[in-house]
């Protein structure tokens, strides 16, 4: 099997924006995913399989020059499953010589304690899933140092954008509620300020992850605006954007989550993470802006692209 340049594993939100990050660019890409189907366009060649395998991670990154990590299991199912599906992309990459960026988020560091979450900041995770995080970030940069693979990470925070939808805390709850004139729901308090990450910026943030010769061996914040604001803020832009002259906004209060846990797996998972959205957390990312020249697209400019996609769904 002789691959494209650039494989993608996984075609979800953020893998199909690190697609066209690298469409624009002229590349030829392959998309991995368990069932072999994406919404892609037809020259786009999806590949289903087990990507916890190294044998088929191996196989399906053959020839390639770089290989991107952004699968992403289950919320309820990362202990059991995201070690190994690290480990045998991991694997692929160290077969083939590509070099690898794996996509994260921020959990790994815990609670910003009143200041900007930057890469150096220490893991200091007191949940199960930072602390799962901060071990698998270490593997990677172990093997990094180690010389075995050529490695670099690409970190995003909570993300909103075009294919959101639920999981975005605003995506599906907000937009759709919004341009309907009804109550948007959103986690936590709405009125901390917060950083939010565009699904297209960290697409092209992975992508330039992947071509800029200084990215490996370090962690990179994936470009967010600056202008940090609050939930409730960029909920009243949306709003104002889908034409409605007020604002409705309820925050879903903790003991709804736990009670929904009990049933959920899912939403079981979130309780843990709601430490996220009690105090300012605000994600530094200067240094991919100032250093690798990859800058945010402006919030309110986001929004309205995220509205559009929305409407013509």
Do not use: C
Request: charged share 25%.
């Amino acid at each position: 099997m002789t691959a494209p340049r650039h494989v993608v594993f996984g075609a979800g939100a953020v893998g199909l924006a690190t697609l066209d990050a690298l469409r624009r660019r002229g590349e030829q890409v392959r998309m991995v995913n368990r069932s072999g189907r994406a919404d892609v366009p037809p020259d786009v060649e999806v590949v289903g399989g087990d990507a916890s395998d190294p044998e088929f991670t191996v196989s399906v990154t053959h020839g390639a020059s770089v290989i991107y990590q952004v699968l992403n299991p289950p919320y309820a199912e990362w202990t059991a499953k995201f070690p190994p599906l690290q480990a045998a992309v991991l694997a692929a990459a160290e077969a083939g010589g590509a070099r690898l960026v794996s996509m994260e988020n921020v959990y790994m560091y815990g609670r910003p304690a009143g200041r900007p979450l930057t890469e150096d900041r220490a893991y200091d995770a007191h949940t199960k899933k930072g602390r799962l995080r901060g071990a698998m970030a270490r593997e990677l940069l172990e093997a990094h140092r180690a010389g075995r693979v050529e490695v670099a990470i690409g970190r995003a925070s909570d993300y909103f954008g075009p294919r959101g939808g639920a999981q975005s805390n605003l995506g599906d709850r907000v937009i759709r509620p919004a341009l309907a004139g009804k109550t948007a729901s959103v986690l936590g308090d709405p009125d901390q300020p917060h950083t939010y990450s565009y699904i297209p910026d960290i697409g092209e943030g992975l992508a330039v992850l992947g071509e800029h010769p200084d990215a490996p061996g370090a962690v990179w914040h994936l470009p967010n605006d600056p202008d940090t604001r609050t939930t409730r803020q960029l909920v009243d832009i949306v709003y104002r954007l889908a034409g409605k002259d007020k604002t409705r906004l309820r925050a879903l209060p903790p003991a709804l989550l736990r009670g929904i846990g009990v049933f959920s797996g899912t939403v079981r998972e979130l309780v843990e993470m709601e430490y996220l959205f009690e105090e300012p957390f605000v994600v530094d990312s200067s240094a991919i802006a100032e250093r690798l020249g990859a800058r945010a697209t402006p919030v309110e400019q986001a929004l309205a692209e995220t509205l559009e996609s929305y409407r013509m769904q």
